[in-house]
């Protein structure tokens, strides 16, 4: 294998990220991350990259810096005089407290990029008597869902863990990413008493937690229908089936429910009925199957 075509196979990898910026290489470091290199793989490595970057490895097992510099050796240079092409370089303060940062986070439970917490959505969390008990009652429910996120931003357990990915996620943006797959990601799933959930996000310019309406569920599985900040009508298409049973019958319920306060019509089909809805989105259903619905914005809405 040639030392280009390995190094090509490399920044396949990073091309997953999305493509590199348009700068020129010394103005960005580039990150690898590795678990208990030796210096020489390390060297070799770098060798393959392209002159004039320096690479930086962070090391996850061992919460270790190290920094090459890859020099440009001009050509027809002889041997003895040409050096080194890859000399180990003291790694800058700021991007080496940005990596040990990030190795934090990366070996903070549970280890790994991806972090998903889970929490139940009660009188502990939220610190009062009154509890929602269903994702219904929070998506798409202004004063609510602020009322949740409070709670959710107040835990000292979890506030730690949110500042610190907020920081990886700014921070690492300074990096061009070698094999960072995928990038560093902090959720919560809030679980509800009837079953249902919903997950919150990290939102790195704040530092807070973000509700992520599209992930809502009910306790059977279907998406929560609810009016995005542009007014339009999110989570709506598709079927929605529902188990016949006590907390497949409340999930419909409070679908239906949430249809009625969306405005959009349901109809059997068959029915002759012309109703107009919000965004001119319509569900419907047959009376030998009442437990399923099928939605979907009318032609030419």
């Known amino acids: 294998m040639t030392r280009q075509f390995a190094w090509t196979l490399l920044l396949a990898v990073a091309g997953l990220l999305g493509s590199l910026p348009a700068r020129s290489a010394t103005e960005q470091p580039w990150l690898?991350?590795?678990?208990?290199?030796?210096?020489?793989?390390?060297?070799?490595?770098?060798?393959?990259?392209?002159?004039?970057?320096?690479l930086y490895f962070g090391d996850t097992s061992r919460n270790q810096v190290h920094a090459w510099l890859v020099r440009q050796i001009p050509a027809g240079t002889d041997a003895a005089t040409r050096g080194e092409r890859v000399l180990p370089v003291l790694p800058s303060p700021g991007y080496r407290d940005a990596i040990l940062a990030a190795?934090?986070?990366?070996?903070?439970?549970?280890?790994?990029?991806?972090?998903?917490?889970?929490?139940?959505v009660d009188a502990r969390l939220l610190g009062r008597d009154t509890v929602p008990t269903s994702v219904y009652a929070v998506v798409g429910a202004g004063r609510s869902q602020s009322a949740l996120i409070a709670a959710l931003q107040a835990r000292a357990a979890d506030s730690g863990l949110v500042q610190l990915a907020a920081r990886v996620q700014r921070e690492l943006a300074g990096f061009h990413g070698v094999n960072l797959l995928p990038a560093p990601h902090l959720e919560v799933?809030?679980?509800?008493?009837?079953?249902?959930?919903?997950?919150?996000?990290?939102?790195?310019?704040?530092?807070?937690?973000?509700?992520?309406?599209?992930?809502?569920?009910?306790?059977?599985?279907?998406?929560?229908?609810?009016?995005?900040?542009?007014?339009?009508?999110?989570?709506?298409?598709?079927?929605?089936?529902?188990?016949q049973d006590g907390a497949g019958d409340a999930a419909r319920q409070a679908f239906l429910q949430r249809l009625a306060r969306?405005?959009?019509?349901?109809?059997?089909?068959?029915?002759?009925?012309?109703?107009?809805?919000?965004?001119?989105?319509?569900?419907?259903?047959?009376?030998?199957?009442?437990?399923?619905?099928?939605c979907f914005r009318r032609t030419g809405a």
């Open 262 to 294: 969306l405005r959009v019509p349901v109809d059997e089909v068959g029915e002759a009925r012309a109703k107009s809805g919000a965004g001119d989105w319509r569900c419907l259903w047959r009376q030998r199957d009442r437990f399923k619905y099928s």
């Open 103 to 120: 190795m934090r986070y990366y070996n903070a439970g549970p280890i790994g990029w991806q972090k998903t917490l889970t929490r139940t």
């Open 32 to 54: 690898m991350w590795c678990q208990r290199r030796t210096t020489q793989q390390q060297a070799a490595i770098a060798a393959l990259a392209p002159a004039g970057i320096t």
């Open 189 to 243: 799933r809030l679980s509800f008493a009837d079953g249902s959930r919903v997950d919150a996000l990290v939102d790195a310019a704040t530092a807070r937690w973000a509700l992520d309406p599209l992930s809502a569920r009910d306790a059977v599985g279907n998406a929560v229908p609810y009016v995005d900040n542009d007014g339009k009508i999110r989570g709506l298409g598709g079927q929605f089936i529902f188990a």
